[in-house]
Each structure stands twice: as structure tokens, then as C-alpha cells.
């Protein structure tokens, strides 16, 4: 896999878009921290653009199985570089609504890249290598969080918001450069090998596919429980800092979680070599709960630091898992739509999470919501674990009435 250049351009492409993507994320909070007073008006802004992604989710799924899925990345990453502009003119003219048109333009472009690069992966390295794969992509991934979240606290001291928009830009451009060298072959539809005119791929031939493979429903539902913690995230870490007074927490809290997260993917290759996918999921996603129960405590410094690095580990097992259970168990010509979809119900629910946060944290606080929220992650483990079962059953008794 290490001699595969594909790989190292994926991987160093990821890096360096992760850089520009959290300079722009502590740059968009420190803008709305100026300029928004209440949470859950941040939160309505920041879901304006997930609400984007989401609309145009359908037609980027059918354009990445459709198109060459190097020049859907091409295409989306330098939009999402140009999105920057719209960044740049929100600071100049200090109005939130360009902001806004800026959070759309870059969630659209996400839209398109981020089904075209899962679908591309299995293009460029073997399937026995795939989960290691995913591992180390999020890996970097998490790295870049890191860097680039303590890099943005250093630069906003030194520098002003816009010149942190520049190098977020400029992080941009150099993954569309990165993009231009990557090599993937692609095998041709049937109807384009014969000259004829390809049939246009319909967004929901891709659910009779996850209804007829229930474990790919399982887990695809499942995936909403880290959602719960993920959503509401950067408000989550606004508000640790208000409780606590102190701005240093956010930097440990980020480089607490990164760290922990990128433990979790790189252990999780061995333990998949000695456990089921399946058990690996369901412990973790009961871990994730015992996280947000943790926040309960979330005036302690020290707790807070725990519960997201608690959390960071088990969404670091969690995901590189259920991306290869996709990636293996989805035929591949469905991977476009069904990354498309699965990156519109990601959307969705980060949308409702993020609104539910916000309103929730005016309403009854921090310590209140991470308990009913913990809460009802433990009944949905608990209530998936059950069913998990019930599948493997019926499957079980199906294959031994085939041998009779």
C-alpha cells in the first residue's frame, strides 16, 4: 500500500485541505463569537449551509457514479477554494450574511468531493487493505485537526481573520494541485464501452440495495449516535470555555480528542484482526454514550479533557469500521449514490443536532443536554444490539434449513 502513489496523494492532499479547512472552522467561530451573541443563531447559521449540502446531495451521487470520479474532485475542490472569496468579503464588510453565502458555496463543493474521494478509495488500494486505509485517511485527517486548530489559535494572535482566510485558501488550492497527479482507473459502463449513451443512474435505485443488505442498514443507522456528539461539537467547546472561563480549554479539549481519535484508528486495525466489525461498533457506540454522560462534570477541566478523549478513541475504532463495511458490503457501481446519501443523512441529522444543541444549551445548559443525550445513545446501542442479533438468528437459521 506504501509504494501506491495514489495513496501518498490522498493522504498529503488530506492533510493539507485539513489545515485550510480548521484555520477557516476557529476563523468562522471567532467571526460569529464577534458578531453572533446567542448559540442558537450560530447554530442556525452554521446549519445554513449543511441545509445546501443536503439539497444537492442526490445530484452529486449521480454525478460521481456518472463522471470520472477524479474530475468530480477537481471540480468540487477548486469551487470550494473560490468559496474562500465569499469568507474574505464577510470580514471587509463585517456582514453575516456573507458568511452565510460563503457556508453554502463551501458545503455544496463538500458535497460533491467527499462521496467522489469514499468512492475513490477502493479504487486505489486493495480490499484486505481498506480498513488500514480508512484508519491512516482519518488519521490524517485528525492530524491536520490538530495542527490546524493550534495553529489557528497562534495566528489570530499574530495575524488578522482574513490573512487566516489567505492560508486556508491557499491550503485549498494546494490539494486541487495535488488532485491533478492522482491516477485512478476506472472501468467503463457497459452502454459507454459500446458507444451508446449511458442511462442516467437514478439516487434511489440505491435504497432497495441497503434494504436487501441489513447490516449496511444497521450500521448505517448506527452512525448517527457519534453524530449526536459530533453535531453539536464546536458549540460544545465555546461553551466548556464560557463555563470554565478559560480560553486555553479549547486547545486542550481539540488536541485531547484529535489525539485520542487517531489511538482509536490506529488500534483499530488489530482489533479487527481478533474481533467482528459488528462487536466493534456496538462497544464503541456504547462508549460514546459513557462520554456525554462524562460532560455532566464538564466544570472540571479535567473531565471535560476525559470525556472528548473517551470520545475521540471510540469514534477512532467507530468510523474507519463502518467506511469498510460500506466500502466492502455496497456493489461499487452504487458507491457514488450511496456515499451521496449517506453524506446527505449525515448532513441532516449534524443540522438538526446542531439546532437541537443550540436551543438546548438556552434552555436547560450544557450539563442537562450531554446527560439526555447520552441517555438516549445507550437505548439506541442497546435497541440496535438487540436487532443485530435478531438478523444474525434469522441468518443463521436460513443457512442451516439451505444445508437440510
Known amino acids: 500500500m506504501w509504494r501506491n ?18 484555520l477557516g472552522i476557529i476563523g468562522n467561530l471567532e467571526f460569529m ?26 445530484l452529486a451521487g449521480r454525478v460521481t457514479d456518472q463522471a470520472n470520479k477524479k474530475t468530480v474532485m477537481l471540480i468540487s475542490g477548486f469551487t470550494r477554494a ?72 497562534i495566528l489570530l494572535v499574530v495575524m488578522s481573520l482574513s490573512m487566516l482566510y489567505v492560508l486556508s485558501l491557499l491550503a485549498y488550492l494546494a490539494l486541487f494541485i495535488m488532485t491533478l497527479f492522482l491516477s485512478i482507473a476506472e472501468e467503463s459502463a457497459p452502454s459507454e464501452q459500446l458507444g451508446s449513451k449511458p442511462k442516467a443512474a437514478g439516487f434511489k435505485d440505491v435504497f432497495p440495495v441497503i434494504k436487501g443488505l441489513p447490516i449496511v442498514l444497521m450500521t448505517l443507522v448506527m452512525t448517527l449516535i457519534p453524530l449526536l456528539f459530533i453535531g453539536g461539537f464546536n458549540l460544545m ?13 479549547k486547545g486542550w479539549i481539540y488536541t485531547a480528542e484529535g489525539i485520542a481519535f487517531m489511538t482509536g484508528a490506529f488500534t483499530v486495525k488489530k ?34 479533557v476525559l470525556a472528548f478523549t473517551v470520545f475521540g478513541f471510540a469514534v477512532g475504532c467507530f468510523f474507519p ?3 469498510t463495511i460500506f466500502q466492502t458490503r455496497i456493489p461499487k457501481e452504487f458507491h457514488g449514490r450511496f456515499f451521496s446519501f449517506r ?51 434469522t441468518t443463521l437459521s436460513e443457512q442451516q434449513f439451505n444445508t437440510h
Open 5 to 22: 502513489k495514489n495513496v501518498w496523494i490522498l493522504l498529503i492532499g488530506e492533510f493539507i485541505a485539513g489545515l485550510g479547512l480548521w
Open 33 to 58: 463569537q464577534e458578531k453572533v451573541p446567542s448559540d442558537f443563531l450560530k447554530s442556525v447559521i452554521l446549519a445554513s449551509g449543511l441545509l445546501a449540502g443536503l439539497v444537492v446531495g442526490p
Open 82 to 153: 473560490l468559496s474562500v472569496v465569499f469568507m474574505l468579503i464577510a470580514i471587509a464588510t463585517g456582514s453575516v450574511l456573507w458568511m452565510v453565502v460563503f457556508l453554502i458555496s463551501i458545503q455544496i463543493s463538500a458535497a460533491f468531493y467527499f462521496p467522489a474521494l469514499q468512492a475513490a478509495i477502493p479504487m486505489v488500494v486493495k480490499e484486505k487493505e481498506l480498513l488500514q486505509m480508512n484508519g491512516v485517511h482519518m488519521n490524517v485527517a485528525t492530524l491536520s485537526r490538530i495542527l490546524g486548530t493550534a495553529l489557528a489559535g
Open 237 to 249: 467547546v465555546i461553551n466548556i470555555s464560557e463555563l470554565q472561563d478559560s480560553s486555553s480549554i
Open 271 to 304: 482489533i479487527g484482526e481478533k474481533v467482528s466489525p459488528y462487536k466493534i461498533l456496538f462497544t464503541f457506540s456504547f462508549v460514546i454514550g459513557i462520554a456525554q454522560l462524562l460532560l455532566y462534570f464538564a466544570t472540571s477541566p479535567v473531565m471535560s
Open 321 to 323: 469500521t463502518a467506511a
Open 343 to 393: 453524506n446527505m443523512m449525515d448532513r441532516l441529522i449534524f443540522q438538526v443536532v446542531l439546532l437541537l444543541t443550540g436551543l438546548l444549551f438556552d434552555l436547560v445548559g450544557l450539563q442537562i443536554m450531554t446527560v439526555l443525550f447520552g441517555c438516549l445513545s445507550l437505548a439506541m446501542t442497546g435497541l440496535f444490539y438487540s436487532r443485530y442479533r435478531q438478523i444474525r438468528t
